[in-house]
């Protein structure tokens, strides 16, 4: 008897263990980042091998809460997952664990294999279907596909319901990633929308006033004032070639991968030989901690800050001072230019510097803009270091 419940014991350790490190692998990738679609397969292959299953899937509710998508699958056949991709809720097992909230393990495979039209389904013996939820909330079911039924040993099914609440914490996480993706590349162009406007579209709408006066000089026949307004034309047309390029060259150039310290140190490089004017870089932090979305932001400013000072400006000097204190992050950037009122709509570079205060407020701090003493411009970034 004793040795039976050794064996016993051993057996329940063989299952035990591989579950707990699925469960473990899990929960790290809740804090690492885990690609999504390899975290599944480990974890169906894992769960497939201690369960004794044939075959694992795991599908999410769709946007109507009506029908469950196919995200990973191991083990079913080709032809059967052509016919699995969208399920409807009430079709079976699937949808009854969902609705109801509960783990289902069911011999009636009929339903499958009339949706699948494959004859995979009716060599299962015993399905399980078991809730993935978040915060409360159901997002979707895992099952496993067993050839012999009443083969999972309990241990093992006790545990399932804790993978299904990890399981559904990391697609969720992974839906968020997404979604915040979508809004920063909206808000990206957004802002590409906008310097468009506050460059090359108010020059080319300048280049056209330029071409309808030359139009009418020269039904007029004043060939002085034709020549002048020619001159204007090809004068707007350069301006408006060169911000193309710059918009171009601006937002196809990716960010340093090292961070945004070394991005910032290409940048002044290339203003240095672009523009001829004197930089004095001042890093006081030494190691930013910034998130990549703020590094971005920040980067986007201080470059269009460098823009105005050659575009507007024509400013012989700049000084940028990054620093970090009293738990806020600042960025301050000088120029000896020709400066600018920065309350007036007709001030050159107006609509950029309404853009760099959306970053800024992006960054949940503020960006001020005054003269300096010799008629320059001072620009201050100020955001806090968590976002």
Known sequence: MQTDNVESDAEHGRYKLPALLALSEVASSLSTGADIDALLGRYLSTMMRIAGATAGTVRLLTADGGHLRLVRALGLPAEALQHEQIVPLECGACGDAVLRDIEVCSGALERCAEAARHGFFRDCAELHAVPLRHRGEIVG?????????????????LLFGAIGEHLGMALENARLSRENARITLM????????????????????????????????EEGDAALEERHLSELQTALDAAYAELRALIGNFRKPINPRG????????????????????????????LDL??????QVFHIIHEALANAERHAAARHVRIIVDRAAGRHSVLIEDDGAGFDAGSSAA??????????E????????????????GGTRLRLSFPEQP
């Open 359 to 374: 970053r800024a407020a992006k960054l949940g701090g503020e960006l001020t803009v005054d003269a300096t003493r010799g």
């Open 260 to 287: 945004l310290l070394a991005a910032l140190r290409d940048a002044i490089d290339e203003f240095r030989a672009r523009s001829g004017a004197q930089v004095e870089f001042e890093d006081r932090v030494l190691d």
């Open 187 to 218: 808000n990206e162009r957004q802002m590409l929308a906008g310097q468009v406007h506050d460059s090359l579209a108010q020059t080319l709408a300048y280049a056209r006033m330029r071409a309808g006066a030359l139009q009418r000089a020269r």
């Open 291 to 296: 998130t990549p979305e703020q590094e971005v």
């Open 141 to 157: 079911v895992f099952n496993l596909f067993l050839r012999r039924a009443d083969s999972v040993p309990e241990d093992v099914r």
């Open 348 to 357: 050159p570079g107006h609509f950029g510097l309404a853009i760099m205060r």
